[in-house]
C-alpha cells in the first residue's frame, strides 16, 4: 500500500461517492413535489380524488401541463368550487394549513386553499369570475395531504447525497491516511 497509486484511487472513491450523491439526489427530484393532479382552468374541469382525507390546492405560477408551459397568476376575484360529481355536494375550501410554496423541476406554486374529502371518488373543480369576466388560462394543482410530505422527501434526498459523499470521503481518507502512514514509515526505515 505504498505506491503513489493508491493515492489516485483515493481521490477516484471520493469522486465516486460525491458522484453518488448526486445521482442519488437526481433520481429523488420527481419525488421531491407530491403527487399533483393539475387543471386548466377557468371553467370546469374534472378530477379524480382517490384517497379520503385532508387535500391541498396550489396555484401554480410555473408549471406544464400535457407538454405545455404555463406562466400565470390567479386572476383577482375568481371564484373556486368544488363539487362532488356523485352527490353534487359543494366541499368547503378554507385556509390551506400552511402558507408554503415550491418551485423546482420547472414547476412552482403556492398553496391557496385545503379541503377535506369523506368519499374518494370524482370531483368537478370550477374557476369563474363575477359577471362573465374572463380570464387568460392558468393552472390549479391538487395534492394529497399538505406539503409537509415532499419536506421530508428533500430531507431524505439530501440525507443521501450526505450520506454517499460521506462513506466516499471516509473511504477515500482511510485509504490515503494509510497509504501516507506506511510510505512515511518506510522513509523513517534505517
Known amino acids: 500500500m505504498r505506491s503513489p497509486l493508491w493515492f489516485v484511487l483515493a481521490g477516484v472513491i471520493a469522486i465516486a461517492g460525491f458522484v453518488g450523491g448526486v445521482t442519488y439526489s437526481v433520481h429523488m427530484m420527481p419525488r421531491l413535489i407530491p403527487d399533483l393532479e393539475c387543471v386548466v382552468l377557468p371553467g370546469t374541469e374534472s378530477i379524480t380524488l382517490e384517497r379520503a382525507g385532508a387535500y391541498t390546492l396550489y396555484i401554480e405560477n410555473k408549471s406544464f401541463v400535457d407538454g405545455r ?24 375550501l378554507g385556509d390551506p394549513r400552511n402558507e408554503l ?14 379541503f377535506v374529502i369523506d368519499q374518494p371518488g370524482r370531483y368537478r373543480l370550477s374557476a369563474t369570475l363575477p359577471a362573465g369576466r374572463t380570464a387568460p388560462p392558468f393552472v390549479l394543482a391538487v395534492g394529497y395531504g399538505p406539503m409537509k410530505n415532499s419536506f421530508a422527501r428533500i430531507r431524505q434526498a439530501l440525507g443521501g447525497f450526505s450520506v454517499f459523499s460521506s462513506i466516499g470521503i471516509a473511504i477515500a481518507g482511510t485509504i490515503a491516511g494509510v497509504t501516507l502512514w506506511q510510505r512515511t514509515k518506510v522513509r523513517r526505515a534505517p
Open 69 to 92: 408551459p404555463y406562466v400565470s397568476d390567479l386572476p383577482a376575484g375568481m371564484q373556486i368550487l368544488l363539487t362532488a360529481e356523485a352527490t353534487g355536494v359543494q366541499i368547503k
Open 101 to 114: 410554496s415550491y418551485s423546482m423541476g420547472g414547476r412552482s406554486g403556492k398553496a391557496l386553499a385545503g
